[in-house]
């Protein structure tokens, strides 16, 4: 499996809303970070299925480095 593209090195914040679905881009190839566009089809990656349980901002990973998908758990600090 290749490495993911890193889309930047911070989060995304996003304000999702309670009930919805939202599929997070894990390739970093998407041109609508964080979220996927299809463009991982040339790739090993799929996009990781979040179902938002309340409306609030969170913060998804941007790195693609996560050990939380999707969400950033700090990982893009230890990128050079």
């Not at 911070?10 to 996927?36: D, H, L, M, N, R």
């Not at 089809?41 to 999707?70: S, V």
């Amino acid at each position: 499996m290749s490495d993911p593209v890193v889309a930047q090195k911070s989060p995304y914040p996003v304000e999702v809303e309670a009930g919805q679905t939202y599929f997070w881009c894990s390739c970093g190839k998407s041109a609508k970070q964080p979220f996927c566009d299809g463009s991982h089809q040339d790739t090993d990656f799929l996009p990781f299925k979040f179902e938002a349980e309340e409306t609030k901002k969170l913060f998804f990973c941007g790195c693609k480095a996560t050990k939380a998908q999707p969400m950033c758990d700090g990982s893009h600090s230890e990128l050079e």
